[in-house]
């Protein structure tokens, strides 16, 4: 994502847990567990849209997909190291900008076929080069919006050896691409939706209405799985979810809701492991509407929204209230960069100053996964109309249609959470606040903020571009096109006999459960 000396030191957990191997689905009965199965069941928010690595724009979708294909490079478990992965070795130019990696000998993908330079060729150029016959323009996945403009060029130097010209060196980008197998894309018309090709320990085995499940591959290069096989499930509400795992029928639960921590706490089948903390969840700023336009406007809500009560009451320990964009743990954090302080005397001077005499209503526009965004949005909604600002609630029924709807630009504002793998601002600041970028939804445009995050793409020191970062927060900040909440620690239940369990930054297991055991 050097981040050494600014970021802090995240620490791995390593759980000791067996695991009872158990089916989830609609109907389930304990008459139904295969008692001799070692089978990790993982419950996730919502069925996956497509596991095509570059079609996927879902959390979901990255949470099986993980374990199904991998990367030239992997992450330390902390974010900041970049590990050998299908490449084994690399060397970096003198301008740092251009990447040779040595690919490891005879790995297979789930299709049978090798892995070779001309793999790699087209993984990235389906998702980074409109020149190429492999070339996937709609819809851009995740990675390719926060990758937009670093490849440049992929030269294969022979069956085993490939060079990445990059316009900007970003290493730890490489460790976020994954690889396919050509021959599945031919096979497929470039469809890997439903039907993934990876070279990761597990292959998709079926996947029926909320279940996915996943096989050991025998011939990955990870060393076979220890486990049988991993189930993925979705329940109808954390409620059950939180019943099934109790009850030993769920393994590992991400995100649990701060409201569950003492229940399962008093539970001794179930330990809880906090990971990761990169991501922000902010109110953005529709910026292209009339009301939003005014910055008194603006202010007014950024100070009439009480961010260290929604940490403080909702929270419970797992939050943190947002100073800016950036979380403390991650590079370019700047501790004396903060926004406008809760103050809702001064947010109804402004509303008077911008020409609001009585009531202000703003439209809201918001999708609500679980029980824990509901009450958040109820207490955001409570704060402003102290004020006389009252906010029109627009919940979607699905990310998908969040997405889209966002589009239309028919809100005033909108509830969003970022997250990253790593501890690199530029993954958090460039696909936000770039007013070229596909996910500034809010229209937020400042010429001298699009400079410092181009200039902060040259070869520079890191130190300097760290500070290219801190400055281009206080520029978001002074200019309030967002009223950024909280930062969250992620905290995930796991069945307490599940052995050799580490959860890296992004609360996916480091080394994919190539060595996870269930006794």
Same mark, same amino acid.
């Given at each position: 994502?050097?981040?050494?000396?600014?970021?802090?030191?995240h620490?791995?957990?390593?759980? #000791?847990i067996?695991?009872?191997?158990?089916?989830?689905?609609?109907g389930?009965?304990?008459?139904?567990?295969?008692?001799?199965?070692? @089978?990790?069941?993982?419950?996730?928010?919502?069925?996956?849209?497509?596991?095509?690595?570059? !079609?996927?724009n879902?959390?979901?979708?990255?949470?099986?997909m993980?374990?199904?294909?991998?990367?030239? =490079?992997?992450l330390?478990?902390?974010?900041?190291?970049?590990?050998?992965?299908?490449?084994?070795?690399?060397?970096?130019?003198?301008?740092?900008?251009?990447? =040779?990696? /040595?690919?490891?000998?005879?790995?297979?993908?789930?299709?049978?076929?090798?892995?070779? #330079?001309?793999?790699?060729?087209a993984?990235?150029?389906?998702?980074?080069?409109?020149?190429?016959?492999?070339?996937?323009? =709609?819809?851009?996945?995740?990675?390719?919006?926060?990758?937009?403009?670093?490849?440049?060029?992929?030269r294969? %130097?022979?069956?085993?050896?490939v060079?990445?010209?990059?316009?900007?060196?970003?290493? *730890? *980008?490489?460790a976020?691409v !994954?690889?396919?197998?050509?021959?599945?894309?031919?096979?497929?018309?470039?469809?890997?939706s439903?039907?993934p090709v990876?070279?990761?320990?597990?292959? %998709?085995?079926?996947?029926?209405?909320?279940?996915v499940?996943?096989?050991?591959?025998?011939?990955?290069?990870?060393?076979?799985?220890?486990?049988?096989?991993?189930?993925?499930?979705?329940?109808?509400?954390n409620?059950?979810?939180?019943e099934?795992?109790?009850?030993?029928?769920?393994?590992?639960?991400?995100n649990?809701?701060?409201?569950?921590?003492?229940?399962?706490?008093?539970?001794?089948p179930?330990?809880?492991?906090?990971?990761?903390?990169?991501?922000?969840?902010?109110l953005?700023?529709?910026?292209?509407?009339?009301?939003?336009?005014?910055r008194?406007?603006?202010?007014?809500? +950024?100070?009439?929204?009480?961010?260290?009560?929604?940490?403080?009451?909702?929270?419970?320990?797992?939050? =943190? #209230?947002?100073?800016?964009?950036?979380?403390?743990?991650?590079g370019?954090?700047?501790? #004396?960069?903060?926004?406008?302080?809760?103050?809702? $005397?001064?947010?109804?001077?402004?509303?008077?100053?911008?020409? @609001?005499?009585?009531? %202000?209503?703003?439209?809201?526009?918001?999708?609500?996964?679980?029980e824990?965004?509901?009450?958040? +949005?109820?207490? @955001?909604?409570?704060?402003?109309?102290?004020?006389?600002?009252?906010? $029109?609630?627009?919940?979607?029924?699905?990310?998908?249609?969040?997405?889209?709807?966002?589009?239309?630009?028919?809100?005033?504002?909108?509830?969003?959470?970022?997250? @990253?793998?790593?501890?690199?601002?530029?993954?958090?600041?460039?696909?936000?606040?770039?007013? *070229?970028?596909?996910?500034?939804?809010?229209?937020?445009?400042?010429p001298?903020?699009?400079?410092?995050?181009?200039?902060?793409?040259?070869?520079?020191?890191e130190?300097?571009?760290?500070?290219?970062y801190?400055e281009?927060?206080? %520029?978001?900040?002074?200019?309030?096109?967002?009223?950024?909440l909280?930062?969250?620690?992620?905290?995930?239940?796991v069945?307490? /006999? +599940? !052995?050799?369990?580490?959860?890296?930054?992004?609360?996916?297991?480091?080394? !994919?459960?190539? /060595?996870?055991?269930?006794?």
């Amino acid at each position: 994502m050097s981040w050494q000396s600014t970021c802090r030191e995240h620490r791995a957990r390593t759980l #000791a847990i067996p695991l009872l191997a158990v089916a989830l689905f609609v109907g389930f009965s304990p008459a139904s567990v295969i008692a001799a199965e070692r @089978i990790l069941v993982q419950q996730f928010p919502s069925p996956p849209v497509s596991l095509d690595p570059a !079609k996927s724009n879902h959390i979901q979708d990255d949470q099986v997909m993980w374990l199904l294909y991998d990367a030239l =490079t992997q992450l330390s478990v902390d974010g900041t190291r970049m590990l050998p992965g299908l490449a084994e070795r690399w060397e970096t130019s003198a301008d740092g900008l251009t990447y =040779t990696f /040595r690919l490891r000998k005879s790995v297979r993908f789930h299709d049978g076929s090798l892995l070779d #330079a001309e793999a790699v060729k087209a993984s990235y150029e389906r998702q980074y080069l409109p020149a190429s016959p492999f070339y996937i323009s =709609t819809p851009p996945n995740a990675y390719e919006r926060v990758l937009s403009g670093l490849v440049k060029e992929i030269r294969v %130097l022979d069956s085993h050896t490939v060079a990445i010209v990059t316009n900007y060196s970003r290493p *730890q *980008q490489f460790a976020l691409v !994954k690889i396919v197998s050509p021959q599945a894309l031919r096979a497929t018309t470039g469809n890997l939706s439903r039907s993934p090709v990876g070279t990761g320990p597990f292959r %998709l085995d079926r996947w029926e209405g909320n279940s996915v499940s996943l096989v050991p591959f025998a011939q990955s290069w990870h060393g076979r799985p220890k486990l049988d096989g991993v189930r993925f499930v979705t329940q109808a509400s954390n409620a059950e979810t939180m019943e099934r795992l109790i009850a030993g029928e769920i393994d590992l639960f991400l995100n649990v809701p701060p409201d569950f921590f003492e229940q399962l706490g008093a539970k001794s089948p179930v330990s809880l492991v906090k990971f990761g903390g990169l991501n922000t969840m902010f109110l953005g700023m529709q910026l292209d509407r009339p009301a939003m336009k005014d910055r008194r406007i603006r202010e007014a809500v +950024v100070r009439a929204v009480n961010r260290e009560r929604l940490a403080a009451v909702l929270g419970r320990g797992v939050m =943190t #209230a947002a100073k800016s964009p950036l979380p403390p743990n991650c590079g370019g954090f700047d501790p #004396a960069v903060s926004q406008p302080p809760y103050d809702p $005397e001064r947010a109804r001077t402004l509303l008077m100053d911008a020409g @609001i005499a009585s009531e %202000l209503s703003l439209r809201l526009l918001y999708f609500s996964p679980t029980e824990l965004w509901s009450e958040i +949005v109820l207490a @955001i909604k409570a704060d402003p109309e102290k004020v006389g600002i009252r906010l $029109e609630l627009l919940r979607t029924q699905s990310w998908n249609e969040f997405y889209e709807e966002r589009k239309k630009s028919d809100h005033d504002l909108y509830l969003y959470t970022w997250s @990253i793998s790593t501890p690199d601002p530029e993954r958090l600041i460039y696909p936000l606040f770039h007013s *070229q970028s596909q996910d500034n939804f809010g229209r937020y445009a400042n010429p001298r903020l699009d400079r410092l995050l181009t200039d902060a793409r040259q070869p520079m020191e890191e130190a300097r571009r760290l500070q290219l970062y801190s400055e281009a927060t206080r %520029l978001i900040v002074s200019d309030l096109p967002a009223r950024f909440l909280v930062h969250r620690i992620g905290m995930a239940a796991v069945n307490t /006999r +599940v !052995k050799k369990l580490t959860l890296n930054l992004y609360g996916h297991p480091q080394d !994919k459960l190539a /060595r996870v055991e269930i006794p």
